[in-house]
């Protein structure tokens, strides 16, 4: 499974309508990890390889999205996105946590292991 590309609309149809509610409520079913970049990042460009292989890995555990900050400036704004790469981890039923920069892929799998999957 390749990883998924988020519109606004998207996200409030799939991840969480921040329009109907302030408080979070993840629609999805299984977690997820939110990559928020743009096409010119270079640390993005780095991290794209290792979520797509991961995208596979996980396959059918976890959903990884993509975000364009440049093409969804209010879902960026949403989050207050001030560097990218920044990624949203979302698990079910707990709050999300924002990691900003380009994380090896150790430290990825360890997030998806330990905060998302447990």
Do not use: H
Request: hydrophobic share 40%.
């Amino acid at each position: 499974m390749a990883t998924i590309q988020l519109t606004t609309q998207k996200f409030k149809d799939e991840v969480f309508d921040y329009t109907a509610s302030k408080e979070w409520n993840f629609k999805g079913e299984i977690p997820a990890i939110i990559d928020f970049y743009a096409d010119w990042c270079g640390p993005c460009k780095m991290v794209a390889p290792i979520l797509e292989e991961l995208s596979a890995e996980y396959s059918g555990k976890i959903n990884i999205y993509k975000v364009d900050t440049e093409a969804e400036e209010e879902l960026s704004a949403v989050f207050q996105i001030r560097s990218i790469p920044s990624m949203l981890f979302i698990p079910v039923g707990k709050q999300p946590m924002m990691q900003a920069g380009a994380p090896p892929k150790g430290a990825i799998k360890e997030a998806i292991d330990n905060e998302l999957l447990k």
